[in-house]
Structure formats: C-alpha cells, structure tokens
C-alpha cells in the first residue's frame, strides 16, 4: 500500500462536527504515529495533530485526532469557513520505510 | 522562530537534474531527535514524501524515488539538497522542504514556503 486511504470529499455546516477518516494497514497506522496537516492553496502544509492525538501549539481544541487499529480520524467541531481547506493524514510505513500520506480530503463549509 | 526556505532553479529540462536547497534559520540542523524532509505536491495531486534525512547524513527515500533521489546535508551551512535526476514533466511540482519533529515519522511542524519546478524544454 503506497497512500492511506481518505474520502475525497467531506463538508457541513458551521457549528456542525465533521469526521475525515484515513484507512491503512499494520504497517503504517497499526504501529506508527498518524498526524494530520491542514493545507490551504498556494500555502504550505500545517500540522494540525501529531502523535495520534497530539495538537501544536496555536492549534483549537475544536480539532482532534483519535486512532483505532489501522484506521485514524480528524474531527473538526464547531465548523467555521475559515476550516475550509484540504486535509491530509500521514504516517511511517515500516515495510515502505517511508513516509506515506492520504490521498487527501477537501473539507467544504456549506 | 525555526525557518525553512527552499531555493533552486524554477525551470528544469527533461533528462537533466532538479537540484534545492533549504536553509535553515532561527535554529540548528544538528538538534538531535528531528529529521529534515523533502516533500512535493504536483500540480492537482496530493502530497508525496520524497525523502527524509538527518545532520548525521542518514537518509530514508520514497521506494518509487529512490533511484533518481539523492538527499544530502551541510551542517556548516545549515542547509540540506535535493538532487532528483532524470527528470520527466511528471516531476513539475511545488517542492517543500520540512522538519519532522518525532524523528523520520512524517510529522513535519516547521514548512518551506515551497518553490515551483517546472519540468519543460
């Protein structure tokens, strides 16, 4: 498997919860740290959770990051505009021996 | 505050080499724990790691790079290269140099402001 799986596309309204889910195997999510970045175009990537459940300094409460198994999620509550951007998850992949990201999931606000 | 910027030739032309640099300022490429990393974004696609390395010259590449790819590092200058060889117009790209803040684990917290490759004659 050389990319984690996400849904393309995800969206809702402001205040709602949205979930982005990233799919993978024993030998990435199973045994690796997932984090997740936030991209918006023309912008570089910014990491939004480490370490699985992890968030940067500066980052809101309102996004978290759970794993189970070999799958990983982001959710973002409390939706604004602002949070309208392109979301990637990532991990270390001990039989690649590589870093793999998702595919990405584009976060609409309706 | 750490900075990262990459530099290097905006045009390439196929067959020839792409070569970056990323500096690094506000902080040492020497700090034990983290790795520096090479990431890109071709045009309407997603992310794709291109390789990782560390002050001591240790490095990790993408399988699917991997025999075009060579990452390398100057602890004199505070710098780290790319050098992608072969180069075909799939490898037009905003290239982003990175720091992984867990060692090599794809948590890259500090980002390049990144640069477009253009690959074309």
């Given amino acids: 498997q050389s990319m984690l799986t996400q849904p393309p596309s995800a969206s809702g309204t402001p205040g709602q919860t949205v979930t982005i889910s990233c799919s993978g195997s024993s030998s990435n999510i199973g045994s690796n740290f997932v984090c997740w970045y936030q991209h918006l175009p023309g912008t570089a990537p910014k990491l939004v959770i480490y370490g699985n459940n992890q968030r940067p300094s500066g980052v809101p409460d309102r996004l978290s990051g759970s794993k189970s198994g070999t799958s990983a999620s982001l959710a973002i509550s409390g939706l604004r505009p602002e949070d309208e951007a392109d979301y990637y998850c990532a991990a270390w992949d001990d039989s690649l021996i590589g870093v793999i990201f998702g595919g990405g999931t584009k976060l609409t606000v309706l | ?121």
Avoid at chain 2, 28 to 52: A, D, F, M, T, V
Avoid at chain 2, 55 to 62: K, N
Avoid at chain 2, 92 to 102: E, K
């Fill in chain 2, 1 to 121: 505050q750490l900075q990262v910027q990459e530099s290097g030739p905006g045009l390439v032309k196929p067959s020839e080499t792409l070569s970056l640099t990323c500096t690094v300022s506000g902080g040492s490429i020497s700090s034990s724990s983290y790795y520096w990393g090479w990431i890109r974004q071709p045009p309407g696609k997603g992310l794709e790691w291109i390789g990782s390395i560390y002050y001591s010259g240790s490095t990790y590449y993408s399988p699917s790079l991997k025999s075009r790819v060579t990452i390398s590092v100057d602890t004199s200058k505070n710098q780290f290269s790319l050098k992608l060889t072969s180069v075909t117009a799939a490898d037009t790209a905003v290239y982003y140099c990175a720091r992984d803040n867990m060692g090599a684990t794809g948590s890259f917290d500090y980002w390049g402001q990144g640069t477009l490759v253009t690959v074309s004659s």
